[in-house]
């Protein structure tokens, strides 16, 4: 009878032990396919821990790369724009140091390029806060410009009440737009301080790089946009939403912009 009974223990032990694998495995699936595949073991073990998972991450690059042949899309590399002539180049003040103590002390900002089914091409302005990563402000227009450049900027600027701009370092490459006389006398008139990185050195404003990486494959290279309507609406959903409240960033310990920015737990 004992013997039976421990027999049976280890048989509902194992079974329960699979059953939990199985569903493990399907919830792994399941966010590895919504997502487009762009999602590491790093972060889908962070969304199986908000789900209420007890899992280390080992375990989780297990399951994804040797039992279930799961493998991040890489990331396709960003082409160089072409560069008018400079009003006025900044030197480096950033130098790679992409932590900021407090919020809107240190953003980053870039273009980056993106198409309709019809082939015509319009442009991204963002502006990343790099306390926290968070997306402070974002613009797609048909044209690649210094106009759009300082509208991006304006609009950070009218999202965060009380920001002391004489505090503020915004770092960008050395596109035309950003030496323009009309955006380097704009940020001279509000006390912005400019830093610009090395020209030909794209890891002088790396997190934004990771940015455009993340949202060209984790929205851009999933869909089809007939409009610009759609493109637009589309790009600040997922700036203002997917990326600043639901998915979890590495820089914040897997914690989203959001829940870093505010303290969330």
Not at 203 to 227: G, S
Not at 251 to 263: I, L, V
């Given at each position: ?45 962070a969304y199986l821990i908000r789900k209420g998972y007890d ?22 590399k960003k082409p160089e724009y072409e560069h008018g002539v ?94 323009s006389k009309e955006f380097t006398e704009f940020c001279e ?77």
């Amino acid at each position: 009878m004992y013997p039976n009974a421990y027999y049976n223990y280890l048989k509902n032990r194992k079974a329960d032990y699979h059953q939990q694998k199985d569903e493990i495995k399907n919830s792994i699936r399941e966010i590895y396919h919504s997502h487009g595949g762009v999602d590491g073991y790093r972060t889908v073990h962070a969304y199986l821990i908000r789900k209420g998972y007890d899992i280390s991450i080992l375990t989780v690059h297990k399951y994804m790369n040797t039992e279930m042949q799961l493998f991040s899309i890489s990331r396709k590399k960003k082409p160089e724009y072409e560069h008018g002539v400079a009003h006025k180049v900044y030197e480096n003040k950033l130098n790679q140091d992409f932590h900021a103590n407090a919020i809107n002390l240190k953003w980053c900002t870039d273009f980056t390029y993106l198409f309709l089914t019809d082939g015509s091409k319009h442009y991204n302005c963002t502006i990343i806060d790099l306390h926290d990563r968070s997306v402070i402000s974002s613009i797609t227009d048909k044209n690649i410009t210094a106009d759009l450049a300082k509208r991006t900027l304006e609009k950070a600027i009218h999202s965060q009440p009380g920001i002391d701009l004489s505090k503020l370092m915004l770092h960008s490459d050395q596109g035309s737009q950003y030496t323009s006389k009309e955006f380097t006398e704009f940020c001279e008139k509000l006390g912005i301080t400019q830093s610009m990185s090395k020209a030909g050195y794209p890891y002088d404003n790396a997190p934004m790089e990771r940015y455009f990486n993340t949202l060209k494959n984790d929205l851009i290279y999933q869909h089809y946009y007939h409009t610009e309507d759609e493109l637009y609406t589309a790009v600040e959903e997922f700036a203002y939403v997917q990326y600043n409240h639901v998915r979890p960033h590495s820089y914040n310990n897997y914690k989203t912009p959001y829940e870093a920015r505010y303290g969330v737990a």
